[in-house]
């Protein structure tokens, strides 16, 4: 029997709890700081701003839990998230074609669920 992905659980080692994948616990800055991606050069963190992260959630690239007017992203957002940026930044692929790259992928997840795919 296949496993929800919805239920799956990641442990967090910083704080040493188990929670839910999609508990939305981070804010938008604490978003942005976990999903910096590495400068190649200089191996340093590039930095991240929540305007990128609101034009993904425009795009309609990641949707994060509203509370009030505050965004709350969780493990699997940030997870995402961190997909985005390679697409876009290692990648070269534009929004565009993140959005069909990552429905892809989503179609394939509900097919293994499902037991059609290997």
Known sequence: MAVDPRLQQVERPHRGIVADKDEPIYTISIAARLVRPVDLTSGTLKPLHAQTLRMYEREGLVKPKR??????????????????QHLTQDLGVNLAGVEIILDLLEQIEVLRASSQLP
């Not at 007017?69 to 998230?81: A, M």
């Open 67 to 84: 509370v009030g007017r505050n965004r709350l992203y969780s493990d699997r957002d940030i997870d995402r998230l961190r997909q985005i």
